[in-house]
């Protein structure tokens, strides 16, 4: 197990050497780390906080390029640079450059702004005229699901402690502890210092549904 997934067991008071019900072993450990990963990426949207480069190769009359991450999920850009011409390029939309340029998926010229579709793709405005550049992407990539206690864990240190939270509350959860429950949800609003923006009231409560499994019983 590693370091997340031990310190989950501590505050659970299952032990970490001898332990009763989560094994130390994929099986064993599943729903604590499928906790834990569902905790991972839900911090990496919420903050944005895990970032990548990524280079593209401008291609001449080519306005469309697709993001293949072999690591994770395609998140959002929050900076996109023209290298050669050092020049960054805007955020736009297509309802706004339908206005601004009814002909704008063949209007070609230098790229001066840019908008993702989906998940994958990302469009420039205008089309390359030429061959020359390279576009430098900062996007926030949201991590795969680690699978191995071995696997790097793509969070940033001061969040693993609002990740071992959000694991002990679904925990408490699965075992109908509503006040653990929620005092762990709390603790991890807390580390991300967003307790006053999630806090959810009683009369209107969020509803979430997971396929994850059930949490293993004492063995006897």
């Known amino acids: 197990m590693n370091l997340l997934e031990t310190k989950v067991l501590e505050i659970i008071g299952e032990s970490t050497t001898s332990p009763d019900v989560f094994l130390d072993t994929a099986a064993g450990m ?68 339908v206005e601004l340029d009814p002909n704008w998926m063949i209007t070609s010229a230098s790229p001066r702004s840019y908008f993702q579709i989906g998940t994958d793709i990302i469009a420039l405005y205008p089309k390359p005229s030429g061959s020359t550049d390279v576009l430098e992407l ?25 990740a071992v939270y959000f694991a002990v509350s679904e925990y408490w959860a699965s075992r109908g502890e509503v006040r653990e429950a929620t005092k762990a949800w709390f603790q991890y609003l807390d580390a991300l210092g967003l307790r006053d923006r999630f806090t959810v009231a009683p009369h209107d ?13 004492e063995t006897e």
Not at 155 to 161: D, E, T, V
Not at 205 to 217: I, L, S
């Open 138 to 162: 900062t996007i926030v990539e949201v991590p795969n699901a680690y699978e191995q206690d071995t696997d790097r864990i793509k969070l940033k240190k001061n969040f693993h402690y609002a």
């Open 205 to 217: 409560p969020e509803r979430f549904q997971t396929a994850k499994g059930q949490h293993p019983k």
């Open 30 to 97: 599943a729903p604590i780390r499928d906790s834990l990963n569902d905790a991972i990426q839900e911090i990496t949207i919420l903050t944005g906080s895990y970032k990548r480069q990524y280079f593209i190769p401008l291609r001449v009359e080519q306005g469309f390029y697709r993001i293949m991450l072999n690591y994770g999920s395609f998140g959002w850009i929050t900076d996109a640079w023209l290298v050669n011409q050092k020049r960054r390029l805007d955020q736009t939309g297509i309802a706004r450059l």
